[in-house]
């Protein structure tokens, strides 16, 4: 079963050069291992998806500013203030071509999804 991704959790972007760790700000009351549960309402770039540094979809590489489309394959059980929770097989496509995945879960090395 797939892992619950947590605030802090490492990601990365194909068109990035860099990791970077996902900021939770959905809520402020679901946790696990004492760091907040990501959510599909984590989605906003510069906010919750921050930098990957610079961008590979364009000559000369332009500084990335991620423009996300939305979470993909997230937890089908119980929500969080509605919003389904981020797992280590979530990813969300960005409108520059990329696609931003998890190194990790975070703090969470056992909790698993419903």
Do not use: Y
Request: charged share 20%; proline share 6%.
């Amino acid at each position: 079963m797939a892992k619950l991704i947590v605030d802090g959790a490492r990601m990365r972007c194909t068109m990035g050069a860099i990791e970077a760790r996902i900021g939770v700000s959905s809520h402020a009351f679901v946790k696990v291992g004492g760091a907040l549960v990501a959510t599909e309402a984590d989605k906003e770039g510069m906010k919750n998806i921050p930098t990957f540094g610079t961008c590979k979809c364009g000559w000369p590489n332009p500084p990335c500013i991620p423009q996300p489309q939305g979470w993909q394959q997230t937890s089908q059980g119980s929500r969080v203030n509605g919003a389904k929770k981020l797992t280590d097989a979530s990813f969300c496509p960005c409108t520059k071509g990329g696609r931003i995945s998890f190194c990790d879960a975070g703090e969470n090395a056992f909790v698993e999804s419903e």
